[in-house]
T-cell receptor, first 114, second 114 residues
Framework: KQEVTQIPAALSVPEGENLVLNCSFT??????LQWFRQDPGKGLTSLLL?????REQTSGRLNASLDKSSGRSTLYIAASQPGDSATYLC?????????????FGQGTILTVHP | DGGITQSPKYLFRKEGQNVTLSCEQN?????MYWYRQDPGQGLRLIYY???????QKGDIAEGYSVSREKKESFPLTVTSAQKNPTAFYLC?????????????FGSGTRLTVV
C-alpha cells in the first residue's frame, strides 16, 4: 500500500527566502506525482504535475523534482511571498490496478511573514 | 471557464438524515472522484467513476453512495449509515482514469452534523 509523507508539517519563513518542501513515497512504481496548494476552507489548486519519466517541472517561481529510485519529490519555492502562505499537498498516482487513485500526504503548512 | 462546481458550500445534516452533495464539471472529463478531508488525516478516496454508469468504491465507501447518470455529474449521498460524516468533501475529475494530465478539484462542501 502506497504511503506518502510530507516533511516538515509546518514551516514559517520570512519573505524573500527560498524554501524546499519534501514529499516521500513508499512505492516507487508511480504513474505521476502532483503538487497542490490549498488555501484555508478552499479546494485544491494544481501547481505542478510530474510524469514518472520526468525529473522536474517548473512554473514561475516553483520547481518540482522527482526521484523515483529514492521515492522522493521536492517542491522548491524561490523568493517566497506572503501570498504563498497555504497548505501544500503532494499526491502520488499509482499505476496498475490503482490507476487514477491518488495517495495524498498530510501536507505542509507554509507561512511566509512580511 | 471550464471547471468543477460543488454545491452547496456548507451543508448541515441532522442525525439520521441522508444528504446529497452535488458535483458538476464542464471539462469533458471521463473520470470523476470524491475525496473526504479530515484534519490531520489528509484526503481519502470515497468513490470514483471511470465513465458514465460505472463507479467503484474507494478506501472509505461505507455509508456513502454515488451515481453517474451523466458525464458531467457525479453526486455523492451521505447516508445515515455514515457514523461520522462531519468533514470537508472534495470532488475531482481527470480526462481519463489514468490521470495522465493530472486532477482538477472543486472548491469543496463542508458538511456538519447538528
Amino acid at each position: 500500500k502506497q504511503e506518502v509523507t510530507q516533511i516538515p508539517a509546518a514551516l514559517s519563513v520570512p519573505e524573500g527566502e527560498n524554501l524546499v518542501l519534501n514529499c516521500s513515497f513508499t512505492d516507487s512504481a508511480i504513474y505521476n506525482l502532483q503538487w497542490f496548494r490549498q488555501d484555508p476552507g478552499k479546494g485544491l489548486t494544481s501547481l505542478l504535475l510530474i510524469q514518472s519519466s520526468q525529473r522536474e517541472q517548473t512554473s514561475g517561481r516553483l520547481n518540482a523534482s522527482l526521484d523515483k529510485s529514492s521515492g522522493r519529490s521536492t517542491l522548491y519555492i524561490a523568493a517566497s511571498q506572503p501570498g504563498d502562505s497555504a497548505t501544500y499537498l503532494c499526491a502520488a498516482n499509482a499505476g496498475g490496478t490503482s490507476y487514477g487513485k491518488l495517495t495524498f500526504g498530510q501536507g505542509t503548512i507554509l507561512t511566509v511573514h512580511p | 471557464d471550464g471547471g468543477i462546481t460543488q454545491s452547496p458550500k456548507y451543508l448541515f445534516r441532522k442525525e439520521g438524515q441522508n444528504v446529497t452533495l452535488s458535483c458538476e464539471q464542464n471539462l469533458n472529463h471521463d473520470a470523476m472522484y470524491w475525496y473526504r478531508q479530515d484534519p490531520g488525516q489528509g484526503l481519502r478516496l470515497i468513490y470514483y467513476s471511470q465513465i458514465v454508469n460505472d463507479f467503484q468504491k474507494g478506501d472509505i465507501a461505507e455509508g456513502y453512495s454515488v451515481s453517474r447518470e451523466k458525464k458531467e455529474s457525479f453526486p455523492l449521498t451521505v447516508t445515515s449509515a455514515q457514523k461520522n460524516p462531519t468533514a470537508f468533501y472534495l470532488c475531482a475529475s481527470s480526462p481519463t482514469l489514468a490521470a495522465s494530465y493530472g486532477y482538477t478539484f472543486g472548491s469543496g462542501t463542508r458538511l456538519t452534523v447538528v
